[in-house]
């Protein structure tokens, strides 16, 4: 049991954070003699995973996904979310815990002192050394106020991956009016995490207003027929509008993440025009 007696002043070891700027920088330095391969080899000894005995932690998980590996806090004990946190917080890099229960946050903030509490979205969030300009364009919207706090865990999800989420909740098809009066917001996005529980209806409209990505969240919020978001999950499946790609029912941390990679693709797109 973890308490804060055995997790006080057990501050992690920073390393260098282990992602493409700190690989690309470590072999520049060895081309340059700056450095020698046993240094960087020293400095790279946690790859690709760092066994815990409870976990494995995947250090190569920025290389390859562009974030490091997130925590999912349900399932485990307080003890179990320290340990892996501590690992994580060793590289520097930026991290996010969902499903996270206050005592989880109790627990983590002993190792992480700087660790932030989101307790609508029930996420830890720690900011990564390394900071960049927000990507724009991401905008995140909720049918209605019950949704938020799945809304909530996408908007977290998307900021300490590095997005700017803009929040447009209570907009759902019970008051169409509502959603058309926001239609310059929504045509400003290069995104749409669109969050709905009862039947799901609003993805889909969204969908058929846009010409960008548009990715439904069906949430298990509605009465007995709505089957704990199943209702939603199928109406969003069988949207008529074309494009439309739907997560799991409350996921709205996989539709942030996937949202994250589409803007970082534009992104690097866009740099790639401007350069040729």
């Given amino acids: ?133 927000p990507r724009e364009g991401l905008l995140i919207v909720a049918a209605g106020t019950s949704d938020i706090p799945v809304a909530e865990e996408a908007a977290v999800t998307a900021e300490i991956m590095g997005n700017r989420a803009e929040r447009l909740y209570d907009v759902g098809v019970a008051g169409l009016h509502r959603l058309l009066a926001e239609s310059d917001r929504l045509r400003k996005a290069r995104v749409v995490v669109a969050v709905a529980g009862m039947e799901g209806a609003l993805p889909g409209v969204i969908a058929a207003m846009l010409d960008v990505p548009v990715i439904g969240v069906p949430v298990s919020t509605g009465y007995g027929a709505a089957f704990g978001g199943v209702t939603a999950l199928l109406s969003m499946l069988n949207a008529c509008a074309s494009g439309l790609t739907v997560v799991n029912i409350d996921n709205g941390f996989g539709a942030a993440y996937a949202a994250g990679l589409i803007l970082s693709g534009i992104q690097k797109g866009g740099r790639g025009r401007s350069a040729s």
Avoid: C, W
């Fill in 1 to 133: 049991m973890i308490g804060a007696g055995s997790t006080k002043g057990q501050r992690a070891i920073l390393r260098p954070p282990v992602n493409e700027d700190t690989i690309r920088r470590l072999l520049r330095d060895v081309a340059k003699g700056k450095l020698r391969p046993e240094e960087a080899l020293a400095s790279l000894r946690d790859l690709p995973f760092k066994d815990l005995g409870f976990a494995r932690y995947d250090t190569h998980r920025a290389l390859r996904r562009g974030f490091p590996e997130v925590i999912l806090a349900e399932g485990k004990t307080e003890a179990q979310v320290v340990g892996i946190l501590r690992a994580v917080a060793a590289h520097g890099n930026p991290i996010l815990v969902t499903r996270a229960r206050p005592s989880v946050f109790t627990a983590a903030v002993e190792v992480v002192p700087q660790a932030e509490y989101h307790p609508e979205a029930r996420a830890i969030t720690v900011a990564g050394r390394s900071r960049r300009k």
